[in-house]
Antibody
Framework: EVQLVESGGGLTQPGGSLRLSCAAS????????MHWVRQAPGKGLVWVSG????????TYADSVKGRFTISRDNARNTLYLQMNSLRAEDTAVYFC?????????WGQGTLVIVSS | QSVLTQPPSVSGAPGQRVTISCTGS?????????VHWYQQLPGTAPKLLIY???NRPSGVPDRFSGSKSGTSASLAITGLQAEDEADYYC????????????FGTGTKVTVL
């Protein structure tokens, strides 16, 4: 059974940093692109970032480019999102998702709150 | 921020048919990018409902169907059931300067 479990969310002040993790199991992690998608409270889904199978190719939404860094550890079957210079508008539930064509499996999400 | 537009809400009685539109542009759906649909039940993660415009993953009832034409796509739910009450999102890929994955604005389906 495919499982994606996010962790690392929490409350931080504007300008702060957080590192999210996504532990994968039930599939060959190193064979899939992985992505982060976020959802602000009461709002829709917004794609954040993606990473290819060996971690050498990464893509970012303009809104997070230069502030967020996606990475992966295929030996640990774990996806990461380092978030720096956080802003109030980054407040959201962050989902990790497996992608082969569509986003076919999603984690349950981890809540990030940026507030003073 | 969303470049795919959906109606905010649709509703129907049990057993009825409802459709949700997803309107894009020449840089995404109109460029040939496939459309996928996701269902998000209250308080849960999104779940893949339709992929590649009109394909259902294993386990998704055939009450759900998708179509695509030009710069738009649609999701149809026939034989509406109470458990279908959820938010639905379309998703595609945008080939513009800031190439990226794009989601629709989302549609709340209410079963009357």
């Amino acid at each position: 059974e495919v499982q994606l479990v996010e962790s690392g969310g929490g409350l931080t002040q504007p300008g702060g940093s957080l590192r999210l993790s996504c532990a994968a199991s039930g599939f060959t992690f190193s064979s899939y692109w992985m992505h982060w998608v976020r959802q602000a409270p009461g709002k829709g889904l917004v794609w954040v970032s993606g990473i290819n199978i060996d971690g050498r190719t990464t893509t970012y939404a303009d809104s997070v480019k230069g502030r967020f860094t996606i990475s992966r550890d295929n030996a640990r079957n774990t996806l990461y999102l380092q978030m720096n210079s956080l802003r109030a508008e980054d407040t959201a539930v962050y989902f990790c998702a497996r992608v082969r064509w569509p986003f076919d499996y999603w984690g349950q999400g981890t809540l990030v709150i940026v507030s003073s | 921020q969303s470049v795919l537009t959906q109606p905010p809400s649709v509703s129907g009685a049990p057993g009825q048919r409802v459709t949700i539109s997803c309107t894009g542009s020449s840089s995404n759906i109109g460029a040939g990018s496939d459309v996928h649909w996701y269902q998000q039940l209250p308080g849960t993660a999104p779940k893949l409902l339709i992929y590649g415009n009109n394909n259902r993953p294993s386990g998704v009832p055939d009450r759900f169907s998708g179509s695509k034409s030009g710069t738009s796509a649609s999701l149809a739910i026939t034989g509406l059931q109470a458990e279908d009450e959820a938010d639905y999102y379309c998703q595609s890929y945008d080939t513009s300067l800031s190439a990226s994955y794009v989601f629709g604005t989302g549609t709340k389906v209410t079963v009357l």
